[in-house]
T-cell receptor, first 115, second 114 residues
Framework: ETGVTQSPTHLIKTRGQQVTLRCSSQ?????VSWYQQALGQGPQFIFQYYREEENGRGNFPPRFSGLQFPNYSSELNVNALELDDSALYLC??????????????FGPGTRLLVL | AQTVTQSQPEMSVQEAETVTLSCTYDTSESNYYLFWYKQPPSRQMILVIRQEAYKQQNATENRFSVNFQKAAKSFSLKISDSQLGDTAMYFCAFMGNAGNMLTFGGGTRLMVKP
């Protein structure tokens, strides 16, 4: 069984640039959630994708967007990067669906630094 | 909106001893799940234990057990026979009816000393 994988592991960008982070879900899982974890804090929910549609969104601006592909992998895109976007971005997959409360399993994260 | 509070930013315990990490939450929902995740320095968030709110019996996974007090909205984690590999950040998390998001507490840094 393959776990959740994320790429890249580390990334350095400049303020105003755009970034794409990638996530492959655990085999058999159909739902992907993204979280932002600032240094020294707990993760904050960005959004979730189920069947290629956004299924819930946290308190993040529209410049945070995502995609889910037919193979259930996902991308997180952030436009117009700001210094405060520097964080660990975590992807989690689950075998869930609309209103299904299933355990989320996390990938190792992508550390983004915005200069 | 749900909130999760972990009141102990840091804790330490001697190897082989028992430690309890505290977590309280606030919600108006009746059907929810609670989780403890461990995040070692490698960064990967690892599931420790999960509790369904409708179950009265406290969940147990080997050396890890919870004390779930639904009326008090309290969900503490007990680690027995602490091992050096238990050193990590521990996060308490809540999942409500929507089933799509986890709300995390601020975390407790646990250090297991030899």
């Amino acid at each position: 069984e393959t776990g959740v994988t994320q790429s890249p592991t580390h990334l350095i960008k400049t303020r105003g640039q755009q970034v794409t982070l990638r996530c492959s879900s655990q085999s058999g899982h159909n739902t992907v959630s993204w979280y932002q974890q600032a240094l020294g804090q707990g993760p904050q929910f960005i959004f979730q994708y189920y069947r290629e549609e956004e299924n819930g969104r946290g308190n993040f601006p529209p410049r945070f967007s995502g995609l889910q592909f037919p193979n259930y992998s996902s991308e997180l895109n952030v436009n117009a990067l700001e210094l405060d976007d520097s964080a660990l971005y975590l992807c989690a997959s689950s075998l869930a669906g609309l209103a299904a409360q299933e355990t989320q399993y996390f990938g190792p994260g992508t550390r983004l630094l915005v200069l | 909106a749900q909130t999760v509070t972990q009141s102990q930013p840091e804790m330490s315990v001697q190897e082989a001893e028992t430690v309890t990490l505290s977590c309280t939450y606030d919600t108006s929902e009746s059907n929810y799940y609670l989780f403890w995740y461990k995040q070692p320095p490698s960064r990967q968030m690892i599931l420790v234990i999960r509790q369904e709110a409708y179950k009265q019996q406290n969940a147990t996974e080997n050396r890890f057990s919870v004390n779930f007090q639904k009326a008090a909205k309290s969900f503490s984690l007990k680690i027995s026979d602490s091992q050096l590999g238990d050193t990590a950040m521990y996060f308490c998390a809540f999942m409500g009816n929507a089933g799509n998001m986890l709300t995390f507490g601020g975390g407790t840094r646990l250090m297991v000393k030899p």
